[in-house]
């Protein structure tokens, strides 16, 4: 995972993302240890090609959504803090963090979780998952196991299930309503170093 050399005084801005993600100290440690050692050429920030030394994610049929899901529309650089909060969404839920109406939302929410979610969805980040959308994913996914014609079915009826509006693509709204009943923490969530 990278030298355990760090200690959380040598990390830039550590306790303003200790307080924005819900992290422990230990955890921003070790999360500043594997970004370090992502960053092989010692940049300073990592690249989408960083993300080829994790093994776990070269393996992923959607390996390219996720790993642009690190960077906004046009960034081609992610520095440590931004890495961090990305990462935040994956954190189990902290039933004990502050549920005060006027604090902003968790990064690691229910919503946010489905708002990443969705985006790894939304490519032409619309606002909307259109069926060209979703059978990309879905042939990512699925794709030596199931024929086209399967695939194109799956899709159909997806989108006529969750598509309340009737205008042949899935909505943030339509998306979240339709997963009302899914254990989003659970299917979400990285356990992290206590």
Excluded: W
Aim: proline share 4%.
């Amino acid at each position: 995972m990278g030298s355990t050399n760090s200690t959380i005084s040598n990390i830039p801005n550590a306790e303003v993302l200790i307080q924005e993600t819900g992290f422990s100290p230990a955890h921003i440690v070790r999360l500043y240890d594997r970004y370090t050692t992502l960053d092989k050429d010692k940049k300073g920030h990592l690249c989408p090609q960083d993300f080829g030394a994790i093994k776990e994610l070269a393996t992923n049929p959607i390996n390219d959504r996720i790993i642009g899901a690190f960077f906004s529309s046009g960034q081609e650089v992610l520095d440590f803090p931004s890495f961090v909060r990305i990462l935040a969404h994956f954190r189990p839920d902290d039933k004990i963090r502050s549920k005060d109406p006027n604090s902003p939302e968790h990064i690691n929410s229910r919503n946010n979780k489905l708002k990443f979610i969705f985006q790894l969805y939304d490519q032409d980040k619309d606002g909307k998952i259109s069926r060209q959308e979703l059978l990309q994913v879905l042939r990512a996914m699925l794709e030596k196991q199931v024929t086209e014609e399967q695939l194109e079915s799956i899709a159909e009826r997806a989108i006529q299930e969750a598509d309340l509006d009737r205008d042949d693509a899935i909505s943030f709204d339509e998306f979240r309503k339709s997963l009302e009943k899914v254990n989003i923490e659970h299917k979400m969530s990285i356990r992290f170093l206590r």
